[in-house]
Nanobody, 125 residues
Framework: QVQLVESGGGLVQAGGSLRLSCAAS????????MAWFRQAPGKERELVAA????????YYADSVKGRFTISRDNVKNMVYLQMNSLKPEDTAVYYC??????????????????WGQGTQVTVSS
């Protein structure tokens, strides 16, 4: 059974940086699509970034382009989200998600079968 465990959240001032980590286990991830979603209070869950494990092709939400970077480590089975120039509107619970195929509809949360428990990111102004 695939398991995803996030870490790295916390409190940071606006303009600061954080790196989220997602430890993936229980599967062979070569064909997986991995993603980071976030959900702020009172808002719907939204895609932040996604990556194809096989070739590293990435997709970003417009709101984070140029500030966030998603990457993966094939040896450690880890997925990372480097977040720079953080803004208060980035405050949310961030979730790692996975699906065992190359997704076309990156941004549709229902397409992802596996989810982590989430990690809180709070950006103060």
């Amino acid at each position: 059974q695939v398991q995803l465990v996030e870490s790295g959240g916390g409190l940071v001032q606006a303009g600061g940086s954080l790196r989220l980590s997602c430890a993936a286990s229980g599967g062979t991830f070569g064909s997986f699509t991995m993603a980071w979603f976030r959900q702020a209070p009172g808002k719907e869950r939204e895609l932040v970034a996604a990556i194809y494990w096989s070739d590293g092709n990435t997709y970003y939400a417009d709101s984070v382009k140029g500030r966030f970077t998603i990457s993966r480590d094939n040896v450690k089975n880890m997925v990372y989200l480097q977040m720079n120039s953080l803004k208060p509107e980035d405050t949310a619970v961030y979730y790692c998600a996975a699906q065992a195929r190359r997704l076309i509809l990156w941004a549709t949360s229902d397409e992802y079968r596996y989810w982590g428990q989430g990690t809180q990111v709070t950006v103060s102004s």
